[in-house]
């Protein structure tokens, strides 16, 4: 097949010794530069989808994805209700519990704390608080003896371990001849947790959810129903379908209406993350105009003469922004290699590059999440590749207009 005479002819000058070995210079760090700034891009997304991933896990393992509620005072009828939301598809499980809030002290500390009143046998099956024990179980709560399990943070600032006593202040109060007095329960500590996420390790505590129902006078009730779902992204759908399937006593909430604004704060950092890094890959495109200028201003008798064979201006033009987004190809497929095998295996680099330099660059106890989590997404290494090669094509088009409005006769006079 004929191919056209300006590809050609610009494959040919990509290809050729040229004679200034500077501008063969500036061509390869042109093309070294957009490989770097791919490769940065796709690796730091990588990992900041990858770190999204392990918080929004993490947060989502102590919260419900999905919560079933009554407008009245409290749910009694959960396990009916249980049956009902299992008639949902999405539905993989569900648990009861009570929240409220208490404050807690020991001692001179105080601290207020969000209560989660639950069911040890059920709770497993909607959140994995079980698998972030630091000591003590689930299990250990039983009704009646008044356990408490508490967040790591929050017992650090008590200045209390497992086999401690703290004491719980509910805001309901009791009527006595001197008047209305707070209610007072003693706690003993059984255990610790710890998420990952400040704002739950150092506010949280557990009690066994029929402990939780008498000291907060909901007369054996539960507060409401926690429900697991199959796929977090389709908590909206499955809260709109319960909806129309239950009763209108009920309320249905899910989680993206209570973390949302911490969510919509990480994609916003991504985004300005990925204009950042961007400039790179700009800085880099842009280098290819001052190769470019230099190749034009080498290339003057050459391009005079195809112009005295009949080469029109705009022949010209392509035959120049051929080489410069040949330049900005290679430096874009070289970039997505080395980004994508990167990000791929950081796994393995992180920790090699740990060992061979002796440090840590998440320490533990400065950072909840210790390793480099990465996820890969077509989606990202596209349009990363669609950016640099866009910017690549822009960049040819100036000195490409300079080449095509180079005058033969000038350029020959002294030839």
Do not use: C
């Amino acid at each position: 097949m004929k191919q056209p005479v300006e590809l050609l002819i610009g494959l040919r000058y990509t290809r050729a010794k040229r004679r200034n070995h500077f501008i063969s210079f500036i061509s390869v760090i042109s093309m070294l530069g957009i490989t770097l700034g791919v490769m940065a891009l796709i690796v730091v997304l990588s990992v900041m989808n990858g770190f999204e991933q392990e918080l929004k896990g993490r947060i989502l393992g102590m919260v419900s994805h999905v919560t079933v509620s009554s407008y009245g005072r409290g749910l009694t009828d959960w396990q009916q209700l249980s049956q009902q939301t299992a008639e949902n598809e999405q539905v993989i499980g569900a648990a009861p519990y009570v929240d409220a809030e208490a404050m807690l002290s020991n001692q001179a500390s105080v601290s207020g704390v969000i209560i989660r009143g639950i069911l040890p046998d059920h709770e497993p099956a909607v959140s994995e608080i079980h698998e972030h024990m630091v000591s003590g179980s689930l299990d250990d709560l039983k009704p009646g003896e008044y356990g408490i399990i508490l967040g790591t943070g929050l017992a650090s600032n008590l200045s209390v371990v497992p086999g401690d006593r703290v004491t719980m202040i509910t805001p309901q109060s009791t009527v006595s001849p001197l008047g209305f007095l707070p209610r007072l329960r003693r706690f003993k500590v059984l255990g610790l947790f710890e998420i990952g996420v400040y704002e739950y390790d150092r506010s949280s505590a557990i009690i066994h959810a029929e402990d939780a129902s008498k000291l907060f006078r909901l007369d054996g009730a539960m507060s409401g129903l926690r429900l697991k779902i199959a796929d977090l992204d389709d908590a909206p759908l499955v809260r709109y379908q319960l909806r129309e399937s239950l009763p209108v006593q009920y309320w249905v909430s899910d989680w993206t209406m209570r973390h949302s604004n911490y969510f919509k704060a990480v994609k916003t950092e991504k985004t300005v993350m990925f204009i950042i890094l961007s400039l790179i890959v700009a800085v880099a495109a842009f280098n290819i105009v001052s190769t470019l200028v230099m190749v034009v201003t080498d290339k003057q008798s050459d391009i005079a003469i195809l112009r005295t064979l009949g080469l029109s201006p705009a022949s010209v033009t392509q035959v120049f922004m051929v080489q410069g987004t040949l330049i900005g190809v290679i430096g874009t497929i070289l970039g997505v290699i080395s980004g994508v095998t990167v990000a791929s295996y950081i796994d393995v680099i992180i920790p090699a590059l740990e060992q061979m330099f002796q440090t840590q660059f998440l320490p533990t106890g400065v950072y909840p999440i210790t390793e480099l989590p990465a996820e890969l997404k077509s989606s990202d290494v596209i349009r990363i590749a669609i950016l640099s090669f866009v910017l690549s094509i822009i960049a040819t088009i100036y000195p490409a207009l300079r080449a095509a409005k180079t005058r033969p006769a000038e350029a020959l006079r002294y030839e």
